[in-house]
């Protein structure tokens, strides 16, 4: 499996355990940083990236948590990471 496939398994995991929103937004934030120069992410969902990125500057912690977990704001993000094939 892809690394940042698996790391992002990992946040969605954490979720399902009930981790806290700081948490998550820590994992998220780790994440989206590490993987945002990735080229199968920068080819798929270069935009999405950028849009979480902005957003972490301004807008509150649950919020981000949840679009990026469940929100269809990031529906095309997640797609596009689990479809990344091995």
């Avoid at 940042?4 to 820590?26: A, H, M, N, V």
């Avoid at 301004?58 to 990031?74: A, H, L, P, T």
Wanted: charged content about 35%.
């Amino acid at each position: 499996m892809c690394d940042f496939k698996t790391e992002y398994t990992k946040i969605q995991f954490s979720w399902t355990k009930g981790e806290s929103y700081s948490d998550l937004y820590s994992l998220i934030a780790k994440w989206t940083l590490k993987w945002k120069e990735n080229a199968y992410l920068q080819s798929k969902v270069k935009d999405e990236i950028e849009d979480l990125l902005k957003r972490m500057d301004f807008e509150s912690i649950q919020e981000i948590v949840e679009d990026f977990i469940f929100g269809e704001r990031y529906l095309k993000l997640r797609t596009a990471v689990l479809a990344a094939k091995v």
